[in-house]
Every structure is written in C-alpha cells, then in structure tokens.
Nanobody, 127 residues
Framework: QVQLTESGGGLVQAGGSLRLSCAAS????????MGWFRQTPGKERDFVAA????????YYADAVKGRFTISRDNAKNTVYLQMTSLKPEDTAVYYC????????????????????WGQGTQVTVSS
C-alpha cells in the first residue's frame, strides 16, 4: 500500500518561509519522480515543482521559480519543498505525489503523470 504523508504546512506572514515534507512508503521511491501540486477552493490542482528520481533535475512553475526549492532524500523516502519569500497568492493546500512510471524521462509536470497522492497540507500566507 503506497502512502504519502505531507507535513510542515501552517500560517506564515508574507515574506516568510516554510518547509514542507512528504514521507513516502510502500514503493521504492528512489526510482520515481516526485512532485508537488497545490489547490485552492474551486480551482484545479496546479503544478508547483517536481524532481527526477535521481534528484538531478528539478522543474518549477513560473509562479514559484526562484522562491521554492524541491529536494529529496532517497535514503529517507522523503521529498521536501522549501518555500521562501511567500506571498498571499501561495495560500493553498499542497499535495505531494509519486510519478506513475519508474525511472521515467518524460513529463513530470501534469497531474495525470502521478498516480498516488498525499492527503494535503494547508499553507496560509497572510498579508
């Protein structure tokens, strides 16, 4: 049974920082790309960041580029999202996900590239 558990969300003032963590179990995650998405009420889930299985390549949405950093620790089966210079528009529920194909070199930015999702963690940025 694949399980993803996010943590680290909370309330922060604009300009502040948070680090989200996603602990994974039930699969050999070291061979899968991992991604972060976010969703606000009434809107679709949007891509935020992704990292290849090797950790050698990272991808970011334009809205977070230069402010967010995705990383992974395969020994701990954990992926992180370091968020800095947070803005009120970053307020959302953040989800981590594991790619459906191992060692994949194709797309990692689409929601349907991923087949398992965490339960989400709320991030609220006050102005």
């Amino acid at each position: 049974q694949v399980q993803l558990t996010e943590s680290g969300g909370g309330l922060v003032q604009a300009g502040g920082s948070l680090r989200l963590s996603c602990a994974a179990s039930g699969r050999t995650f070291s061979v899968y790309a991992m991604g972060w998405f976010r969703q606000t009420p009434g809107k679709e889930r949007d891509f935020v960041a992704a990292i290849r299985w090797s950790g050698g390549s990272q991808y970011y949405a334009d809205a977070v580029k230069g402010r967010f950093t995705i990383s992974r620790d395969n020994a701990k089966n954990t992926v992180y999202l370091q968020m800095t210079s947070l803005k009120p528009e970053d307020t959302a529920v953040y989800y981590c996900a594991v790619h459906r194909f191992q060692s994949y070199s194709g797309s990692v930015v689409r929601e349907n590239d991923y087949d398992y999702w965490g339960q989400g963690t709320q991030v609220t940025v006050s102005s």
